[in-house]
């Protein structure tokens, strides 16, 4: 994974040392449940899930520059929602924010770049993002950042006991998208 730089972020690889990070955000009750997954219990489970992100080698640590401290996690996965047009390249973005910087624009400026990343370093044709039909504040920022809704789906998620969802499905073409 490539280390990217916003104005205000560093996108990077994850390290076994931001676990205290992570599980400062991923113990609360208003960030997994909206990603699909239960809070974490402990230190030692963020750590664990830590070295899944550098396994799997598709997910960023979101670093605010100024504290110089993870404060979120962004992934360009290979999911392809619409099983119709498997035959293009394409990635599907996913992430979650420390609430204590919710509102700053954080999010929508770590996916407008990998939008960027994604069709110009990437070369994909299509960029997928979702949200379960509670999670407003991505509606928000899927909309923000420029993504058309495509479809929905009934759901079941597997991390948070198989609850039923609607995941309504967004995407952005390299052709819809404007530099």
Same mark, same amino acid.
């Given at each position: 994974?490539?280390?990217?730089?916003?104005?205000?972020? *560093?996108?990077?690889?994850?390290?076994? +040392?931001?676990?205290?990070?992570?599980?400062?955000? /991923?113990?609360?009750?208003? !960030?997994? $449940?909206? /990603?699909?997954?239960? $809070? #974490?219990?402990?230190?030692?489970?963020?750590?664990?899930?830590?070295?899944?992100?550098?396994?799997?080698?598709? +997910?960023? /640590?979101?670093? &605010?520059?100024?504290?110089?401290?993870?404060?979120?996690?962004?992934?360009? #996965?290979?999911?392809? $929602?619409?099983?119709?047009? +498997?035959?293009?390249?394409?990635?599907?973005?996913?992430?979650?924010?420390?609430?204590?910087?919710?509102?700053?624009? *954080?999010? $929508?400026? /770590? !996916?407008?770049? &990998?939008?960027?990343?994604?069709?110009?370093?990437?070369?994909?044709?299509?960029?997928?993002?979702? #949200?379960?039909?509670?999670?407003?504040?991505?509606?928000?920022?899927?909309?923000?950042?420029?993504?058309?809704?495509?479809?929905?789906?009934?759901?079941?998620?597997?991390?948070?006991?198989?609850?039923?969802?609607?995941?309504?499905?967004?995407?952005?073409?390299?052709?819809?998208?404007?530099?």
């Amino acid at each position: 994974m490539e280390r990217l730089l916003t104005e205000r972020l *560093i996108l990077r690889r994850w390290k076994e +040392t931001d676990s205290k990070d992570l599980y400062e955000y /991923a113990k609360s009750g208003l !960030v997994g $449940p909206n /990603a699909g997954w239960s $809070p #974490h219990k402990s230190e030692d489970e963020s750590k664990e899930i830590i070295k899944m992100f550098i396994k799997n080698n598709d +997910t960023y /640590a979101i670093v &605010l520059k100024s504290e110089n401290k993870v404060i979120g996690g962004i992934g360009l #996965h290979d999911r392809k $929602p619409d099983i119709n047009i +498997t035959q293009l390249k394409q990635k599907e973005i996913g992430y979650v924010l420390n609430p204590k910087y919710w509102g700053k624009g *954080i999010i $929508p400026e /770590a !996916v407008e770049y &990998l939008i960027k990343y994604g069709f110009n370093k990437l070369k994909l044709d299509l960029i997928w993002c979702g #949200h379960f039909d509670f999670n407003k504040n991505s509606k928000r920022v899927i909309e923000k950042c420029g993504f058309k809704y495509r479809f929905r789906k009934n759901e079941k998620l597997k991390f948070l006991d198989n609850k039923k969802v609607i995941t309504f499905y967004y995407s952005i073409l390299k052709s819809e998208y404007v530099i």
